[in-house]
């Protein structure tokens, strides 16, 4: 039997090195479900939701550097996927969407499932195209993987009718070259080493690959030999730290102390970090947050090659070697009996295993858990990229599956674990060593500070808009509900408690953390 | 204080007609929350995920035939309404979509959430405006309400800037005309009497308004006139049924068993249907259902006055009174101990409730239950209407928000249900009087023999991605995790007990019924 159009996209993507599909498929995707069964090398993991699949994916690409593909059914599980695909877009990963489509012909015949697919794949995708063909479809598939690789990563989005799956393929076709990220220019390298010997006070502000770990440790050299200082930006995809990497702190999600940290440079030197600006906009503040006499420049973007760039301008501007970073000791237990945000930040810093994968939701509740583990073991933080909220359970989910032999700990708001804690059943399914820990305020507490902000004058109603505790969220049972077990915690002594048992074992648990 | 943007537009929206939001806010929407708190008659029923959110609204307008409002936060949030959008859109659901977005000037700083909102509502609405002014968005949202209204109804989506939220707005904007349904021209009505005058098979094809209640009664007139036979689309909005209503199958839904049932009719006139298709495309199978010598003729699109249509169209062929329907005895419970499909389709005819909505994403299990309840007590029966699943739970909750004086029941697959289940919260916080039945076959039932249609070869690996048994979902678990009680049940005797009781009483309850 010759090898259809499924089968041999299929075989394209495990070729290009991808080996994990985040399935939630349909009836159009059968014949791409049945061609996993022919192919070696391609894991499929079920998911109950899209925005699962994403996020997984999402996931899966910072741990992993590559894409996984997800595989979606038609516009409205594409819809289901957006939120997280969005997250996955600001976090630069590399990703391959499959969105199932009907057949060709059948199109035209406006189906209940029809709908514009392209037009819903295009804000979230940095390259979209439409299967024509089951002969041109494995080839649409090596477009799909190096368009997820070119720099600086991104979503692809390949839309598959199913004749152009279960028709007469092409067998795999060959994966395009992926350019390199490219080098940024000598004048980019002499304006930044300009500005570091001016006197005046620098900032380097890191994102993408410039703050995960090795950039880090350039920018250290370089703050060393000029008294620049190092920032990382609000949210960043990956970053590697704990004791023994360079510790950084975040610009803060507030406005106005993020308008206090950057307020005394008077140069901002962007590499891999993009313009920092409001998240939200609020009456009479500002939407960018530098200073207005600061002289804001980028010296790499995150589509250019950062560490070269780090390393360019060390040597530029003569920086030292390495210097071996003070020791710090890991963080104590706090004592007391407060089970609160700071004792929650000290108890990760105590307790975070080494090599763990941090997937950080937590929104209020973790805007101080950085301090407190800079000198935790060495492990790999991840967060929240867009801001589009339900991110955590399926990234952890991805990760996991990236990285079997690493625990992974998800910090967990709960009015935002509710948009997709399907991705529950997942880990259970795939036997997961994840920990979710739950910040169980029963409010979006955002929102309430947010109301404000904005200086809107809330009454009852709004608040009651803002309240998740009529009727209470019993995690414990909706983890149950999806086949993982969990508990709820009340003192700091069952939280530390129930902490350590979850890491000691291995598989999903939920642990509930009253606040 | 003048009233701000918000606030003129939740009053216009009031004034309207729109007298609830299903909300799922973010800051940029905090201004609209807080003008919630300041005027009168609009309900705001929180949701934890925007599926839910749209799902309701949709469920809301089928029995109250007018728009509630959604309020979802930027692209992302709008991005997880999406899929029950496209289910409001394919039921012609009139829907009024507000959209949060960043203040207008701040989207050209491309913050963490910023996202091509009007290219993704394009897809799933009828109307998107984004509004540009605080003076301007009452007028824009006086005009969505008319859009949402104008025929046949549909999606209108109000992408709202932060700062047209805040600023000064222009008080109360008057709503637009409505123009009504279009009469049909008469030459369409004097086609379809000769075709029912021609002695050669003719099919009466309702939809949309023709098929709920009032259709149905001409159109058996119009039957018993001229031996036309009667039949409903595979998937209806609304339908009003049981003892003492036109009974009326629906066209099947698999392709063979559906141009089986079409093939003897020479004339198919569509009233509020559209072309019968295949919901899906299979190698070998036709798209269009239609024998290819039938005459396939539109008498009144969905758009068109439907119910003047039908009456011209009787008054036409000289069809006789409305004949009194024979009366039929309330099924009886079934016997013996089996618990599947048939002896479920039985116990609804038996049990449904006088009054009750049905809701109904039963999918593979629910194909039969149409014939058994024919004669069931008075009720309304509502189905997922754009294939798009996760429908069901979100639509009881938007049915029972309308009539807080009808019991709803939800027949709802266990796959299906697992997209958006977060709804059943909103039905414990807003203690709304729905039961929901889960069919618990733990598989996607569909895409078993959906593999056998296409023609795939699934081995193990395939049909393990349509297998949800491991771990199995503990639905009273998850029930609870929401607020909701539950339970399981494994024989026909507690089915039917289980299900009694839950009729008995007030408020939400959830029963897993082991298929």
Known sequence: MAMNGAESLVRTLVAGGVEVCFTNPGTSEMHFVA???????????????EGGATGAADGYARM?????????????????????LHNARRARSPLVNIVGEHATYHRAFDAPLTSDIDGLARPVSAWVRTGMSAREVA???AAAVAAALAPPGGVATLILPADTAWEEGSGIAPLPPVPARARVQEEAILHAAAALRSGEPVLLHLGDRAVRGEGRRIAARIA???????????????????????PIERLPYPVDPARAVLEPFRHIILIGATLPVAFFAYPGKPSALAPATCDVFALATP??????????????VGAPAEAPLPASPRPDLPGGDRLDQDAIARVLGALIPEGAIVCDESITTGRNFFPATHAAAPHT????????????????????VACPDRKVITLQADGSALYTAQALWTQARERLDVVTLIWS???????RAELANVGANPGRKAIDMLTLDDPPIDWPSLARGYGVEGRRVETLAQFIDTFRQALARRGPFLIEVAL
């Open 224 to 246: 060393r030999k000029t008294g620049a200082q190092l920032l990382a930006m609000t949210s960043n995809a990956r970053i590697d730290r704990g004791a023994g990497t360079v």
């Open 139 to 141: 080839a649409d598939g």
């Open 441 to 447: 305020n029963r409010s979006y507490a955002i929102l």
């Open 35 to 49: 061609a996993l069964d022919r192919v070696e090398g391609m894991r499929a993991v079920l998911c109950l939701f």
């Open 381 to 400: 933080w991840l967060q929240l990229s867009g801001g589009s909220i339900g991110l955590g359970i399926p990234m952890a989910t991805g990760a996991a």
């Open 303 to 316: 589509e250019q090659d950062q560490i070269d760039a780090l390393e360019r301008l060390a040597e530029a």
């Open 64 to 84: 992993a550097d590559k894409p996984a593909s997800t595989l979606l059914h038609l516009g409205p599980g594409l819809g289901n996927g957006i939120a997280n």
